[in-house]
Structures are given as C-alpha cells and as structure tokens.
C-alpha cells in the first residue's frame, strides 16, 4: 500500500464512538437543537431499477472509500487503518446515515451490490470491505468542480435527486449540497466534483442549458465562483488567496487531513535526533497553545491557528495612508495592544485585537476614533475570510519572533550575546546595560528597550497576559512602516515598547529532567 497508508499510526476505535461518516450528520447534528425545525431525511422512494439501486448502494460506498473523502474523513479513516490489510467491516459502512434506506434489503443484497464494484473488493468471510488500490492524494478536485444554483428549498430525497441529475452528464465523485454556516440552511447551491474534467466542459455547454424544475440553473466552474466572491467583497492578497484555498481544499483546508498527518509525523521523526539539542518552541495565541517550528524562521500550521469571530474590526473611508498611532492612541485606555494591517494606497484597513469585541468594546472604538486623515471613516466587522487571514498573519509573525528570540538568547548575534541592545557594555543610556555583556548587539533591543524596527518583527514579552507569546504583534509609533511599505502589518502594540533605558525581556526555559527541553513561548 502508499506510504501514507504503511505509516499511518492505528487509532484504536472506542466502543462509545458512534458510527457514521456523512457529511449531513456532522454538520446537521445540532441543527434541530438551534433551529427547533426538523431536517429534512433522504428515506425516500426512488423511481428506478432493482440494478440502478444496487448500483446506487454500491456507489455511495464507493465515494465513503474515495481518495476525495477517505483521506479527509476522521471517522472513515480510522476504520481504514484499524488493521494492517485496511479491512472495514461492511456493517459498519452500512450503517451510514445515507446507506440506512438499503438496511431492509438486507445484508446479502448489499453485498451482491458491492461484489459489482471494480473500486472494491470483499473478504473471504463476506463481512469485511476494502479498497483494491493505494490511497493517493487526490487532484485537481478543484479544476474537476462546478457551482450551480437554482435547487429551491430542500425537501427529502433531495440528495438522492441531485445525484441523479448530475450522474447524467457523466461520473460524479460528490454532490456538496451548500449549507449556512450558523443554521445549516440549504442555501439552494451546490459543488459538484465530476469525475474529470471532459465532463465538467459537458455539463457547462450542455444543450439546452441544465435547468431544475423548469428553471434555468446558474451554472460556472468552481474557479469561476470564487473569483466571482473574492471581486465581490473586495478581498486582495492573502485574505483573497486564503478564500480560494479554503474552497480548493488545498493550503489552509481545515479539519482532519491524513496527508497533513503524516507528513506531522515524518517532519517529526527527521528532526528526532536534533530534539535534545533543539528546545520545542510553543506559542500562546488566542487561547490556544501552538508549535512553533523553526521552518521558514518560525512557522505554526495554518490549520491550528484559531478563528475567534470578532477579533477585528475593518475601518474605510480615510484617503492617503493609514498612520497607525492615529487609530492607536485613542484607543490605547481600554485596549493597550492593537495590531493594524493597512494595505498601501487602499481606502481600508484591519485592526485586530487580542479577544472577541462586545458591543461596548465596539462602539468605544467608533466613538473614540471617528476620523482619520481629516476624513469621517466606517467601522463595521471584518468578513470572515479577511479575519482568518489576520489571525494566520499575526501568528505566522509571532512564532517568527518566538524562533529568533530563543535563537538569539543563546547564540548571540543581533541582539544576543553580542549586547542585545546598541548600548550594552557601552552605556546603558543608549539602550539598557542588561542587554549583554559587550558590542553593539542588534536591533532587537538598544534605543528604546527593544522596539524591532523592521516590519514584520516582533518584541518578546514575558510578563504579558496569555494571549501571543514572545513577541506578539506590533511596535507602537512605528508609522514609517505603513508609509514605505505596499503591505503594512504593525509588528507591535505593547505599552512599554520604546521606552528608553527598558530591558530586554528574557524567555525562560523549561526543562524536563534528561528528556526534551522546552522553552514555553508565552507571553
């Protein structure tokens, strides 16, 4: 089997865990709790064959099996390596929300329709179930995917009927029925991922046009559809490109990846030998405790970084450049760290905090800072994709701060042993006498206590509450970076930053007793 299959680690199955796998049961599971309306089931009479039921049965687990579903599927994935050969019991399968319809036909019926398959294969005892081929990282999912809308409200069966439409045009891998976020709400769209790309172009200049019911259907590539929403809200540079990875599945897709997993896994065992040497870096962000690697200069996994709805907000409006103390300093009373990013030459920019705003954290800020650059701004919350794309950016910057400072403390260098400020054993009125013992150091302390005049870099803080650890976002009165930067994010927003004569901060190690050593990152 694929090395991502022979390395992946078995996770025992507990007892307690309820068997299912299907999309509709993790997202509706709590819908009738929210809503007090009941959803809509897919136990529904069909009209069709003894045959196209089989084949129906045998295809739904066909798609549970899939490289576009087994590898991201939690649930289906332990059960493919509970055991060495990746047998799966067939009742199990078949107890799946959407196989529940085919349960009174009976277990040899079902397995009559699964003997049909040439993506399966059956045990010697007819209980268990398996793939004939290696998982393989699936591709171009996105360039094979279409949008289409126009499916009205969703009433039972429709699953089932929107499968059947498309499964004319030609093989189908999944239909995605689009769903609200807060109230899982058909939203009357759906993703359709076909089996290559041939059949999209099909299904696309289809003559007449795909229609539902009579009605015209709103029909484009998956490509297509998110350009579409990235000009409509305005999304530039990361926010846009996190909102098309987000819908490709790719980069920054959320959730259990096995591929994402294993390559954890086999970083991990390369760096083994270097752990003792090396101390695991860790960084307080928003709650939430996250690795720091040293890749790229400190790095933490996209997918972990924690979306806190309601951490930023957006302000438009002003002309010319954003100042970033202008939004600052009347703040600065009720919120002590603030972290600005401003793309240069737009009319609207960020501005995170360190929690999610109430009302009365909102309305401060929009009384206190009504204008900008003589010209009346709006604040409104920020959109999704722009707010996750924030929060990557500030913890991408922090663990880069959190790696050179655990660097620099015990190498020297910029800011390390070397001084750690312009002054060191020069004069401490340049820059703190506790910054080292001798030389000019680095730009990490010196001239005000530690302030990083680069963008992008942060100051460590070990006294700080436990939101980003060393060196959460930002420099306070830094505005020269907005203005000669493109793409501005303010390193810092710590009230002592550019005092002179302050010291430089010191991370403390944690070490375990001739195991790993740690340096607890938190600020």
């Not at 399966?120 to 004939?132: A, F, G, P, S, Y």
């Not at 990361?238 to 490709?248: F, L, M, V």
């Not at 999704?384 to 990557?392: M, N, T």
Request: hydrophobic share 30%.
């Amino acid at each position: 089997m694929a090395e991502v299959e022979k390395t992946a680690e078995t996770v025992k199955i507990d007892d307690d865990v309820e068997e299912r796998s299907d999309v509709e049961d993790h997202e509706l599971a709590d819908v009738e709790e929210k809503t007090g309306e009941t959803v809509p089931t897919e136990n529904v009479t069909m009209d069709e064959s003894e045959e196209e039921k089989k084949q129906r049965a045998c295809r739904q687990i066909e798609f549970y099996f899939a490289d576009s579903n087994l590898p991201y599927d939690k649930f289906m994935w332990t059960l493919h390596t509970a055991n060495a050969e990746h047998w799966v019991p067939i009742k199990t399968v078949a107890s799946f929300k959407r196989m529940r319809e085919f349960s009174p036909l009976g277990p040899e019926w079902l397995l009559e329709a699964l003997k049909t398959s040439s993506e399966l294969e059956i045990d010697e005892t007819d209980t268990k179930v398996r793939r004939r081929n290696e998982v393989k990282e699936a591709k171009g999912q996105f360039q094979r995917s279409i949008y289409a809308k126009g499916f009205g409200k969703e009433e039972p069966g429709l699953q089932q009927k929107l499968e059947k439409f498309f499964d004319v045009y030609g093989r189908v891998n999944a239909v995605r029925m689009r769903r609200q976020n807060e109230t899982k709400e058909f939203k009357s769209s759906v993703f359709v991922e076909f089996s290559d790309e041939s059949t999209v172009q099909r299904f696309l200049n289809a003559v007449p046009k795909p229609s539902w019911n009579g009605e015209e259907l709103k029909i484009m590539t998956k490509d297509a559809y998110c350009e579409m929403k990235i000009k409509e809200k305005g999304l530039t540079g990361q926010a846009a490109n996190y909102r098309k990875d987000k819908e490709a599945g790719t980069g920054l897709r959320r959730g259990f990846n096995a591929f994402r997993e294993m390559d954890k896994k086999n970083k991990g065992d390369k760096k083994d030998k270097d752990k003792a040497a090396k101390p695991d870096v860790f960084l307080d962000f928003m709650g939430a405790k996250l690795k720091v690697s040293d890749d790229d200069g400190g790095h933490v996994d996209d997918a972990e970084v924690p979306y806190v709805k309601g951490t930023a907000l957006k302000v438009s409006g002003f002309e010319g450049d954003l100042i970033f103390k202008d939004v600052k300093d009347p703040i600065k009373e009720r919120f002590t760290r603030a972290f600005v990013k401003y793309d240069k030459g737009a009319d609207w920019g960020l501005v995170g905090f360190d929690k999610a705003l109430s009302e009365e954290d909102t309305a401060f800020v929009k009384e206190k800072v009504k204008t900008l650059n003589g010209k009346e701004v709006v604040w409104g919350p920020a959109e999704e994709s722009e707010e996750k794309a924030f929060l990557i950016e500030r913890a991408q910057m922090a663990a880069r701060k959190a790696i050179s400072v655990t660097t620099r403390g015990g190498k020297g260098g910029r800011g390390g042993s070397r001084g750690g400020s312009r002054g060191g054993s020069r004069g401490g009125s340049r820059g703190g006498s506790r910054g080292g013992s001798r030389g000019r150091g680095g730009r990490g302390g010196g001239r005000g206590g530690g302030g990083d005049r680069r963008e992008g870099r942060e100051k460590p803080k070990s006294s700080a509450g436990p939101a980003e650890a060393n060196g959460k976002e930002g420099s306070a009165d830094d505005t020269q970076t907005g203005e000669k930067r493109k793409r501005a994010i303010e390193p810092d927003g710590g009230p002592d930053v550019g005092v002179r004569g302050a010291a430089v901060p010191v991370i403390q190690a944690s070490k375990k007793a001739k195991t790993d050593d740690a340096v607890a990152a938190s600020a």
